[in-house]
T-cell receptor
Framework: DAKTTQPNSMESNEEEPVHLPCNHS???????IHWYRQLPSQGPEYVIH???SNVNNRMASLAIAEDRKSSTLILHRATLRDAAVYYCILRDPGAGNMLTFGGGTRLMVKP | DSGVTQTPKHLITATGQRVTLRCSPR?????VYWYQQSLDQGLQFLIHYYNGEERAKGNILERFSAQQFPDLHSELNLSSLELGDSALYFC????????????FGPGTRLTVL
């Protein structure tokens, strides 16, 4: 899988938007961009994924750069429950179904 | 609640022993994945089973093995345990399409003393 780069940690205030960046300059044309998060003492949880166009769901939005070399996960109003490690993962449908986790970004939310 | 169950929640054992971790996937999911999370290695993929057949192997040691049974539950067997095998072991399940999301269980925390 192509490599992703994320900041180790970020801090946000409660009820403010959070933009979590991910760089993936070696992304291939068939790689999907996935985001998972891991809350403390829990297993990872799916957040969102996309290929080329921006995506929205009930949890977050995913903004994908036009050249696809970077993406941003947007939490519109951070809550204390959003404090977690966020993983940006590239998945090629033809290269197996496993998830390859990097270090992720630890998001801290201040009340 | 993801719908994936794992037992036991905690396991404490001694070096050299053998343990079995159990996973029940979400109803209808044919794929089961095992992952290991340790402090120094992070989250690592171990093995993938689809409808009873092994589909992919990751960084799984030869001392570790897994299987998926006809009722689709899966077991991860860890033998000749070493201190370094202490970790969280997660099971995940998904429907067959490769890009579909994986649903993770709560994990089994293994401590080898």
């Amino acid at each position: 899988d192509a490599k992703t780069t994320q900041p180790n940690s970020m801090e946000s205030n409660e009820e403010e938007p959070v933009h979590l960046p991910c760089n993936h300059s070696t992304i291939s044309g068939t790689d999907y961009i996935h985001w998972y998060r891991q809350l403390p003492s829990q297993g990872p949880e799916y957040v969102i994924h996309g290929l080329t166009s921006n995506v929205n769901n009930r949890m977050a939005s995913l903004a994908i750069a036009e050249d696809r070399k970077s993406s941003t996960l947007i939490l519109h109003r951070a809550t204390l429950r959003d404090a977690a490690v966020y993983y940006c993962i590239l998945r090629d449908p033809g290269a197996g179904n496993m998830l390859t986790f990097g270090g992720g970004t630890r998001l801290m939310v201040k009340p | 609640d993801s719908g994936v169950t794992q037992t036991p929640k905690h396991l404490i054992t001694a070096t050299g022993q053998r343990v079995t971790l159990r996973c029940s996937p979400r109803s209808g999911d044919l794929s089961v994945y095992w992952y290991q999370q340790s402090l120094d290695q992070g989250l690592q993929f171990l093995i993938h089973y689809y409808n009873g057949e092994e589909r992919a192997k990751g960084n799984i040691l030869e001392r570790f093995s897994a299987q998926q049974f006809p009722d689709l539950h899966s077991e991860l067997n860890l033998s000749s345990l070493e201190l370094g095998d202490s970790a969280l072991y997660f099971c995940a399940s998904s429907v067959s399409a490769p890009i579909n999301e994986q649903f993770f269980g709560p994990g089994t925390r293994l401590t080898v003393l």
